[in-house]
């Protein structure tokens, strides 16, 4: 390892930020918050009088663990062993503390899938089939053991707020007034899982459709995939060439969790 390319390379911040007025929380799920504990001096804020305890600044958070730019653990959708449960197995024992982070990081191979993103029904995501990573592969090369691919949907344009921002979730997920994201068919992870792709990521709310998202989760999952959703910025790396990172919030017998992606491009 070349420590003078690594702080040559130019670091690209894939994670969108979280906020009580942006929509990286997924409906039904725990309302993300974040509220002042302590300010600098007591103060009138939107939580109400916050008084001093010192002259320091601290806030409390509460959120899902899949808000945000977030990762799956398999046990999110494994049971554990004993449980009596259908799929159940020894990754059911596997939460997000235990994943090994050289899993969550690799070589970038970037799909760009965003014409698909035009094409879906109201409530309905089109699926990125393997066919779409073969057209891919012929043009850039084969997928390559310990790749992470990244699927380019362009769906991080709605993670805006106000009236635009339902078209990320509520309006595909909650009211099936706006089409669903791009997102990979369960033929797709196998595909990719058969040639050694350990991490799948996305800038879409998830690796799941909006009308069936279940079946590519027990799929990927149950393999030992890892999966990290709601990324942006895929636009600004390279189709191969830059080196992904994502490192979650250590957080025991988790079944994912928040954190922050980057990638590093050769400067």
């Known amino acids: 390892m070349d420590p003078n390319a690594l702080s040559a390379a130019r670091v690209v911040d894939l994670s969108l930020t979280v906020s009580e007025r942006l929509p990286g929380t997924w ?13 600098f001096a007591e103060a009138e804020g939107p939580t109400g009088v ?3 305890a010192a002259p320091y600044q ?3 958070v509460v959120m899902d663990e899949h808000c945000g730019t977030h990762f799956d653990a398999p046990t999110h959708f494994v049971p554990p062993e ?6 159940a197995g020894p990754l059911g024992a596997q939460s997000g503390d235990r994943v090994p982070l050289g899993d969550l990081m690799g070589p970038a191979a970037v799909v760009d899938v965003r014409p698909l ?3 879906g029904e109201p409530g309905v995501s089109p699926f990125i089939r393997p066919d779409h990573v073969r057209v891919w592969e012929r043009e850039h090369g084969a997928v390559r053991e310990g790749e992470v691919v990244l699927f380019r949907t362009g769906w991080d344009r709605y993670y805006v707020e106000g009236e635009e921002g339902e078209r990320y979730m509520h309006g595909p997920l909650v009211t099936g007034e706006f089409p669903g994201w791009p997102a990979p068919s369960p033929e797709t992870v196998v595909y990719l899982d058969e040639r050694g792709v350990k991490t799948v990521g996305i800038d879409a709310p998830s690796i799941g459709s909006a009308h069936d998202p279940v079946p590519v989760h027990q799929e990927g999952l149950g393999r030992g995939m890892r999966y990290v959703e709601i990324l942006t910025n895929l636009g600004e790396l390279p189709v191969r060439g830059a080196f992904f990172v994502f490192l979650p919030v250590k957080i025991a017998r988790s079944s994912g969790g928040p954190g922050r992606a980057v990638a590093l491009v050769p400067g």
């Open 50 to 52: 916050t008084r001093s």
């Open 117 to 119: 993103a035009e094409g």
């Open 82 to 87: 004993g449980s009596g449960l259908p799929l």
């Open 58 to 60: 601290t806030n409390f």
């Open 27 to 39: 409906p039904g799920h725990m309302t993300y918050a974040h509220h002042n504990w302590n300010w």
